[in-house]
């Protein structure tokens, strides 16, 4: 077949010979041709040999060069997310400096709150209080030298004059306090009647924003830099930083991201420098621009090394090809020989051609096929006696199924060679094979092509394609497709014109089934949560899980009025969630709790509609749950009030002003005061007191918890050394206390500073302890108890599966839930008490009933053997000073009498 393909292509041969050799030449080197049929193979197959090194390197580079880009953008993202988290706790701190100075600006001192909220450390290398007039008013450097005027600076010019109250960032300057380079923060401040007040400024280490480039991986001659809004260069590495630091050099990223929030582009044609591929980003939560750059040299250099080897090949066999025909021309006396050699060297090179793992097809500029192998023909499942050398492309695929119009694939083939030497396509077959065609430009006309099998790796692609946008268990879309469908719908939503709806769901009492019946059972019972809220939605509308137990819907166009259609949906999906569900065997009843926002009337970004839908859905959990609320301002009122709490409530425990109130366990024979309960009570400048179950919340909730905890337990351990030396103190313990690792420290440290006897400290925890992690929380316990505390169970009998505590840990006390005291005058209540006495007598426990109000419940629980009480029938929560160590017995007796 090759042979035949070589008599094809003599005329063409003997017309170029023509045109250079005189006639007597030309004839006696055309019957040189035609007598040896290796020097026509030479001569044909050594095009073909570079042909297919260029193709192939060309395919390296390219795929080297999309590798480079996805590279480039993970490192983009990367890079935005560690410098908005550095830049985020930056700015908080500024807010809590600027609330605090304004609470008290004559006696506030920056250096005092610094060390005692320790916000100038890790990674801020100063923050600066400037007044008005542009003098330093305070520093954490501990500057004590003459006034110091920095009103010339840019970050107190540009942050006094801004219009609104939004985070300023300045250019990199080395400042007059720290001697640094670092990158300024400027916020404005303002007195408690909301005049400007000067400016705080936190000073951030320009270094602190190139630790990144450690882990970049960026190689040689790769780049970051950080920019602010005026594209003035913040930070840089591998860059000379001392040229560029603070300067707004021309560069292209400021005509390539325009307005945009991305974009990639080679910057190129750089004098005595490569070129660098470019991916910069917008932050959207900051005024800032970053880059990533990896230079040419870098993307190409594995690339670069194969084609050495590639070149290194084929030049070891373009070198065999010209020997050997040079060899023959040389020794016509050994013409037999020469021919032997040379059809042995074809038989060889039509075995490496065979042996490809990709099939191979050329094509000469009439649409002529000039060569192929036998991989090429089963790809297409054409028959090897039907193809022959120098058949027309359009009769090569007259019987095949992959292409329906082979003379308009054609048309669109030769033009895209046309505009350019390589080109590419995907081939998809009716059985559901997926052929990848490299097509090359050949200079002589035509193009060469290598066709591989591609269905697996398009699989695997659409495989993770499916992992990146939904869930592996429910098969609902993930949060990444649910959040790219919502911008998909705002790029098409109309101004004020209500266009879709957001539902967040939530389920309720999900996490103590989980916990009871195992993750398999929840993660079953998640499968038939989303079976059910399919069932409730359109075809047209989309569900997704976009958390553990969280769901969410978008409602699309197309109900007759979208607010009434989404609250019906709603409605309906409270309600199917609701019905009982049986999980292997098991019962099971959960609920659900939505929020629901419109779309544009409650946000036309995504962060903003996802908020006020969260919001509406907090509003739904405090309302007793199974149940939906629509996204109102009011509900941004109450979250702005919560968050404006939580700073006041975060200032009350950095001052120290929350209290500690105590109410006494009573033994009930002789009415003896055993141990006192510490309770925090805060009092409010303005509010007065606070309940403790709305600030303990709020606590809990911004991550306050902890130290207050702390600070209530170090209190108590100092008040109790005060008490008769028989009286214990009890000490609540949050769960969040558990989630730390110094829990064990700080309970030892309270009673080291304190000198309380070990033995004087009972510490009480809920059954949510054991649910938020039981192996790791079951050895703080251990070790707290290892210290010689006493542990208390406290609010037995309400949870889930308190019992089962018990044995779980050596506890030594419980105390029974005020729920059972409330109804102690019913049948089967008293037999639950007596359970419980009965099975705290086997363990060796004392018993506290909880929320005594009566002297007939003292009679009862006398009755039952409980022997110790408290409650306000003894006593309210008092502050030390209150406390009385008389006969509460006694006491109320007298006063009956």
């Known amino acids: 077949m090759l042979f035949s393909a070589i008599s094809t292509v003599r005329p063409l041969w003997l017309a170029r010979a023509g045109m250079i050799m005189r006639p007597r030449s030309l004839r006696r080197a055309a019957l040189t041709v035609l007598r040896n049929a290796p020097l026509q193979i030479a001569l044909f197959f050594l095009p073909l040999v570079w042909i297919g090194y260029f193709a192939i390197t060309s395919s390296e580079r390219a795929d080297a060069v999309e590798q480079a880009r996805s590279h480039g953008d993970s490192v983009a993202e990367l890079f935005e997310e560690n410098t908005e988290r550095i830049f985020e706790q930056v700015d908080q701190s500024l807010l809590v400096v600027r609330a605090l100075y304004a609470q008290d600006p004559l006696t506030f001192s920056l250096k005092f709150w610094s060390d005692k909220t320790r916000i100038a450390s890790g990674d801020v290398v100063q923050f600066s209080l400037i007044g008005p007039d542009g003098y330093l008013l305070d520093t954490t450097a501990g500057y004590s030298g003459p006034p110091l005027y920095l009103g010339d600076r840019e970050h107190f010019i540009e942050a006094m004059a801004q219009a609104d109250d939004s985070l300023y960032v300045a250019k990199p300057v080395v400042g007059r306090v720290s001697r640094q380079w670092t990158i300024q923060l400027a916020r404005k401040v303002f007195d408690l009647a909301r005049n400007p007040a000067g400016v705080v400024v936190g000073s951030i280490s320009v270094d602190l924003i190139g630790k990144f480039y450690e882990t970049a991986k960026l190689g040689a001659g790769g780049t970051l830099v950080l920019r602010n809004a005026n594209h003035v260069v913040l930070a840089a590495r591998g860059v000379d930083q001392g040229s560029v630091l603070g300067q707004r050099a021309p560069n292209r990223v400021e005509g390539e991201l325009g307005d945009g929030f991305y974009a990639q582009y080679w910057n190129e044609n750089r004098p005595n420098r490569s070129d660098r591929l470019i991916t910069a980003r917008r932050?959207?939560?900051?005024?800032?621009?970053?880059?990533?750059?990896?230079?040419?040299?870098?993307?190409?250099?594995?690339?670069?090394?194969?084609?050495?080897?590639?070149?290194?090949?084929?030049?070891?066999?373009?070198?065999?090809?010209?020997?050997?025909?040079?060899?023959?021309?040389?020794?016509?006396?050994?013409?037999?020989?020469?021919?032997?050699?040379?059809?042995?060297?074809?038989?060889?090179?039509?075995?490496?051609?065979?042996?490809?793992?990709?099939?191979?097809?050329?094509?000469?500029g009439r649409d002529?096929?000039?060569?192929?192998?036998?991989?090429?023909?089963?790809?297409?499942?054409?028959?090897?006696?039907?193809?022959?050398?120098?058949?027309?492309?359009?009769?090569?695929?007259?019987?095949?199924?992959?292409?329906?119009?082979?003379?308009?694939?054609?048309?669109?083939?030769?033009?895209?060679?046309?505009?350019?030497?390589?080109?590419?396509?995907?081939?998809?077959?009716?059985?559901?094979?997926?052929?990848?065609?490299?097509?090359?430009?050949?200079?002589?006309?035509?193009?060469?092509?290598?066709?591989?099998?591609?269905?697996?790796?398009?699989?695997?692609?659409?495989?993770?394609?499916?992992l990146a946008h939904y869930d592996s268990l429910t098969g609902l879309a993930n949060r990444n497709l649910f959040k790219e469908r919502i911008d998909e719908a705002l790029?098409?939503?109309?101004?004020?014109?209500?266009?879709?709806?957001?539902?967040?769901?939530?389920?309720?009492?999900?996490?103590?089934?989980?916990?009871?019946?195992?993750?398999?059972?929840?993660?079953?019972?998640?499968?038939?949560?989303?079976v059910r809220i399919k069932a409730q939605i359109r075809d047209i509308d989309m569900a997704a899980r976009i958390g553990g137990d969280e769901f969410a819907v978008i409602v699309a166009p197309g109900r007759a009025a979208m607010r009434g259609g989404a609250a019906s949906l709603a409605a309906r999906l409270v309600q199917a969630i609701a019905e009982p569900y049986h999980i292997d065997g098991h019962p099971v009843v959960i609920g659900c709790s939505i929020g629901l926002a419109l779309v544009p009337e409650h946000g036309t970004r995504v962060d903003e509609i996802l908020r006020n839908a969260d919001l509406a859905l907090y509003r739904s959990k405090n309302a007793g749950r199974s149940c939906f609320h629509v996204y109102s301002a009011e509900l941004k009122a109450e979250a702005e009030q919560r968050n404006v709490l939580e700073i006041e409530l975060r200032e009350a425990i950095w001052r120290e002003e929350i209290e500690v109130f105590y109410q006494p366990v009573i033994e009930l024979g002789t009415g003896r005061v055993k141990s006192v309960e510490a309770l925090a009570r805060w009092h409010h400048r303005s509010r007065g007191y606070i309940p403790p179950a709305e600030f303990i919340a709020v606590a809990e909730a911004g991550g306050l918890i902890v130290e207050l905890g702390n600070q209530v337990l170090a209190r108590a351990c100092r008040d109790a050394t005060s008490m008769p030396a028989d009286v214990k103190v009890a000490v609540n313990l949050s769960a969040l206390q558990f989630a730390g690792t110094n829990l064990v420290d700080a309970v030892t440290f309270a009673l080291v500073e304190s000198g309380l006897p070990q033995t004087r400290l009972e510490l009480e925890i809920t059954e949510s302890v054991f649910l938020a992690d039981t192996e790791e929380n079951l050895k703080t316990l251990q070790r707290l108890k290892a210290l010689g505390v006493s542990i208390a169970l406290d609010d037995f009998g309400v949870g889930y599966s308190s019992l089962s505590y018990l044995t779980a840990f050596p506890f030594d006390k419980v105390k029974i839930d005020k729920s059972f005291i409330d109804r102690i005058d019913r049948s089967e209540t008293v037999a639950v008490l007596k359970s419980i006495v009965q099975l705290a007598k086997t363990l060796k426990l004392s018993i506290v009933a909880e929320g005594v109000e009566s002297?007939?419940?003292?009679?009862?629980?006398?009755?039952?053997?409980?022997?110790?009480?408290?409650?306000?029938?003894?006593?309210?929560?008092?502050?030390?000073?209150g406390l009385s160590w008389q006969d509460r017995t006694g006491r109320r007796k007298g006063r009956a009498a």
């Open 283 to 364: 932050s959207l939560a900051f005024p800032l621009i970053l880059t990533v750059g990896i230079s040419e040299q870098e993307i190409y250099s594995r690339a670069a090394f194969r084609q050495k080897v590639y070149l290194g090949g084929t030049l070891l066999l373009t070198f065999i090809i010209v020997a050997a025909a040079a060899l023959h021309w040389r020794r016509q006396q050994a013409l037999d020989r020469a021919h032997r050699e040379l059809r042995d060297f074809a038989g060889k090179f039509e075995d490496a051609l065979r042996n490809l793992p990709q099939g191979l097809s050329m094509f000469d």
């Open 855 to 881: 002297s007939e419940q003292v009679r009862r629980l006398q009755s039952l053997g409980i022997p110790l009480g408290q409650g306000f029938h003894f006593s309210k929560p008092v502050p030390l000073a």
């Open 368 to 466: 002529r096929l000039i060569a192929f192998n036998r991989q090429w023909l089963e790809l297409y499942g054409l028959v090897p006696e039907e193809i022959r050398i120098g058949m027309d492309f359009r009769d090569v695929f007259a019987k095949q199924t992959a292409v329906l119009d082979v003379g308009a694939y054609l048309v669109d083939l030769k033009n895209r060679l046309a505009q350019s030497e390589h080109t590419s396509n995907t081939v998809q077959f009716p059985d559901g094979r997926v052929v990848y065609i490299s097509y090359g430009r050949r200079e002589s006309g035509g193009w060469v092509a290598t066709h591989e099998d591609i269905t697996e790796r398009k699989a695997s692609e659409d495989r993770i394609e499916k």
């Open 491 to 530: 790029a098409g939503s109309r101004p004020l014109e209500p266009t879709f709806a957001v539902l967040l769901l939530d389920l309720d009492k999900f996490k103590s089934v989980n916990d009871a019946l195992g993750h398999q059972c929840g993660d079953a019972l998640l499968k038939q949560v989303a």
